[in-house]
Each structure stands twice: as structure tokens, then as C-alpha cells.
């Protein structure tokens, strides 16, 4: 199963009632991400090929954000907001190793 499809069983799947239950999901959302590219990682990887897995990453994260618009659900604004991309960029660390592949 692709990382969007993964991404958008989890939504559907889960019953979100409050905003500790959609806390929840978008850390278990963050989750599939990372079960998706670590295994991917390797110590010979260049920092380009890093770069790249991680814009696939992104991508499909974009992908999945689509399927959610078209069916109007409810939390997507805010999902948007909370997108991997964003998580991802906020740590400093990720940020300049993501970029030094640029």
C-alpha cells in the first residue's frame, strides 16, 4: 500500500471526537511517515538521495491532503496546517541536512 493510501486509512479509521483524539492522529499520522522512509535510509546515502526520499515523503503526504479536500473532511484545514512537511522542517537538525541536498 502506498504512504498516501496508509495516510488516509488511518484518517478514516479513526473517530475523532476532540482535539486529543485529532493530537493522536496526526502523531500516529507523523508515525506512518517515519515507518515509511527510515527503512530507506542507508549510511551511504547522499545527502541529494536523502533529500529526494524526503520530497517523495512530502508528496505523498500532499497526495493524501487531496483525497481528505475532495470529501470535505472535517479537520482538514488544521491538517494542513499540522502537514509532516512543516513537523519536519521544525526540527533545525532535519531542516539543514534536508537542505544541505538542495
Excluded at 500516529?28 to 520530497?55: A, H, R, V, W
Excluded at 481528505?68 to 532535519?94: C, D, G, Q, R
Aim: with cysteine; aromatic share 14%; net charge negative.
Amino acid at each position: 500500500m502506498f504512504l498516501d493510501d496508509q495516510l488516509y486509512q488511518k484518517v478514516k479509521s479513526k473517530d475523532v471526537k476532540g482535539i486529543t483524539d485529532f493530537e493522536e492522529l496526526v502523531n500516529e499520522l507523523y508515525d506512518i511517515c517515519e515507518d515509511y522512509f527510515k527503512p530507506k535510509l542507508s549510511s551511504n546515502m547522499t545527502y541529494k538521495e536523502g533529500t529526494q526520499l524526503m520530497d517523495r515523503v512530502f508528496k505523498l503526504w500532499d497526495m493524501f491532503i487531496l483525497k481528505l479536500e475532495k470529501e470535505n473532511w472535517p479537520f482538514i484545514t488544521v491538517l494542513k496546517h499540522e502537514s509532516y512537511k512543516n513537523a519536519f522542517m521544525n526540527n533545525e537538525a532535519l531542516k539543514i541536512i534536508y537542505e544541505e541536498g538542495k
